[in-house]
């Protein structure tokens, strides 16, 4: 008799525990049926928020996004660019902020860390996504072109940053040798009467 009640019993067991886990897979399954919608449901909506809102907030530190070298051009002769910089420099009214009474000695490295602006305070260049620093980019280039010595002006001048300097090194070199930015070959007098008169006197 013994027997044959607990083999009736271990049966009544399996049963409610096949039953159990049955309703606890159904009710796992029915939640995320019931997440997913919802996710969809709340996609559909952002997405159509996005539509209607035709100035949609984007990030100010994103650079991620690759302007056009023509954009760029066509910005530095806008009303945009006026309101903005007047008739100055991009980098005359910039000033950079450090730690103590005296300036470093050089700028930081860069900017722009994992296309995002990882500083409050960013150098002319990586502040304004739409100076693209190129070597067609004539116009933004030689704002950092001394006039009297034709030479990149220094990085403790403008401000820009270690990363912005040496493209402007590279852009304005390619612009040189690509003939967008001419540059006069400094003159230098020589007095030929002494090399002459050290040739007549070898020779003699």
């Not at 009640?5 to 897979?25: E, K, Q, V």
């Not at 996710?39 to 909506?45: F, G």
């Not at 760029?72 to 100055?88: M, N, Q, V």
């Not at 902020?97 to 990882?118: E, F, L, V």
């Amino acid at each position: 008799m013994l027997p044959i009640a607990r083999g009736f019993y271990s049966g009544l067991a399996n049963i409610t525990r096949n039953s159990r886990a049955a309703f606890h897979t159904a009710s796992a399954l029915r939640c995320k049926a019931e997440a997913s919608a919802e996710e969809k449901d709340a996609e559909s909506t952002e997405a159509e928020g996005e539509d209607n809102s035709s100035g949609s907030a984007t990030d100010p530190k994103d650079r991620s996004k690759v302007i056009p070298v023509e954009t760029s051009i066509r910005y530095l002769k806008s009303a945009a660019y006026k309101a903005t910089y007047g008739e100055d420099f991009v980098w005359t009214q910039y000033r950079r902020n450090h730690k103590g009474m005296y300036a470093p000695r050089k700028t930081r490295k860069q900017c722009i860390r994992q296309n995002r602006i990882s500083t409050g305070n960013p150098c002319p260049i990586c502040r304004d996504e739409y100076l693209v620093l190129d070597y067609r980019n004539t116009e933004l280039l030689e704002q950092f072109i001394s006039p009297h010595s034709g030479d990149v002006l220094s990085y403790s001048k403008t401000g820009l940053c270690q990363k912005s300097h040496l493209r402007l090194q590279v852009a304005v070199q390619q612009a040189r040798d690509s003939g967008y930015i001419t540059y006069d070959v400094p003159f230098r007098e020589y007095d030929y009467s002494e090399y002459y008169g050290q040739e007549q006197k070898q020779k003699a």
